[in-house]
């Protein structure tokens, strides 16, 4: 049987609005590495769909989508950017960001992802994230954070069923950072814990031995 390869990966972790998008993002134009948002995906499903009507129930109620439409979603647009080469497993450390979000996803994406660090982006201030939240939802034409119902919602499903999530893996493997601030602040602290990361897995690996022909 074929090996299945497991991507090496950082885990981005925290409440909703505690920025784990914007520094995705950032850290994404870096090279090596690759940032795949689960929220991003399902956003961009064609609302259209079958499927995307499914999901939009969910994300519109703040509630999680069910596990297996998650993975063969996220494991879809994952394979994809394998295929048109923006991730190269070779060479980038993927960044995930919004999964995994409960212990179930946690154990299922293991088939294919090996986590080497896990970031905990912490904000204590609760009001200044709902406040971010709105207006990114003004600027992102967010459904779900356009409403403080739901985004209330959402702190309590993150309480209830994600922060397990963080019992789940080793404590070595887990980095505290400090959310608020300037993102350029945060994001020098995040390279902090993520460039070492970088360096061991693809960095300072000694290369495979260059085959010579004739000798
Ligand atoms: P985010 O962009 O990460 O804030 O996610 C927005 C919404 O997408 C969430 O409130 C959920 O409805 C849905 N979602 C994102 N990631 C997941 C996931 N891993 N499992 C289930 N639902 C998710």
């Known amino acids: 049987m074929a090996e299945i390869r497991r991507y090496k990966a950082t885990l981005l972790f925290g409440a909703p609005g505690v920025g784990k998008g914007t520094q995705g993002r950032i850290l994404g134009q870096v090279p090596g590495f690759f940032h795949l948002s689960c929220g991003d995906v399902f956003r961009a499903i064609d609302i259209g769909s079958d499927e995307g009507q499914e999901i939009y129930r969910f994300l519109s109620k703040g509630e999680l989508v069910p596990d297996d439409l998650t993975y063969r979603i996220w494991r879809k647009a994952l394979e994809a950017h394998i295929a048109l080469s923006s ?18 996803q946690a154990e299922t994406i293991e088939e294919i992802i090996d986590v080497r660090k896990v970031v905990h982006l912490v904000c204590t201030d609760q009001e200044k994230m709902i406040e971010r939240m709105r207006r990114r939802a003004i600027r992102e034409n967010r459904a779900d954070d356009a409403n403080e ?67």
């Open 87 to 104: 991730f190269k497993p070779r060479e980038d450390l993927l960044v995930l960001d919004g999964i995994p979000r409960n212990l179930t």
């Open 149 to 215: 119902q739901v985004i209330r919602h959402r702190f309590r499903v993150y309480e209830t069923e994600t922060t397990a999530v963080l019992d789940y893996y080793p404590a070595e493997i887990i980095s505290r950072v400090e959310a608020l601030g300037s993102p350029a602040g945060v994001l020098r602290k995040l390279l902090d814990v993520l460039v070492p990361v970088q360096d061991e897995l693809f960095v300072n690996r000694p290369k495979p031995p260059i085959l010579q022909s004739g000798l």
